[in-house]
C-alpha cells in the first residue's frame, strides 16, 4: 500500500486551526507574547501581563506616569504590534 499524498504534522496542525473556531483566539494569544518583544523586557515588567478580548488589550499598571506614558503611544503599540503579527488583531489598548 502507497501513500501518496503527504503532510508534515504542522500542516495538519495548520489546517485544523484554520478550519476550527480557534484562530482569533491564537492570535491574541500571540498579541501578549510579543507584547514584551515590543515595549522591552524591563518596561514590560513593571506592568501586569495583557489580556486580550476582542481586538481590546487591557494592561494594568500602577505607575500613574508610566500609564500616562503608555496612553500616548497607545496607536504606535498597536500598529506595532498587529505588523508584527501580519494582521489587525488589536485594535485598542486600555492601560488601568
Same mark, same amino acid.
Given at each position: ?5 503527504? +503532510? ?28 514584551? +518583544? ?29 500609564? +500616562? ?13 498587529? +505588523? ?13
Amino acid at each position: 500500500m502507497q501513500r501518496i499524498d503527504y +503532510q508534515t504534522i504542522g500542516d495538519v496542525m495548520r489546517s485544523i486551526v484554520a478550519e476550527s473556531s480557534f484562530g482569533p483566539q491564537l492570535d491574541e494569544v500571540k498579541a501578549i507574547e510579543c507584547w514584551p +518583544q515590543i515595549v522591552g523586557k524591563e518596561l514590560s515588567g513593571r506592568m501586569g501581563r495583557p489580556r486580550v478580548s476582542r481586538g481590546i488589550m487591557t494592561i494594568v499598571t500602577r505607575h500613574a506616569p508610566l500609564r +500616562q506614558e503608555m496612553m500616548m503611544h497607545r496607536t504606535s503599540l498597536a500598529r506595532a504590534i498587529n +505588523q508584527m503579527l501580519g494582521k489587525e488583531v488589536i485594535k485598542e489598548i486600555i492601560f488601568r
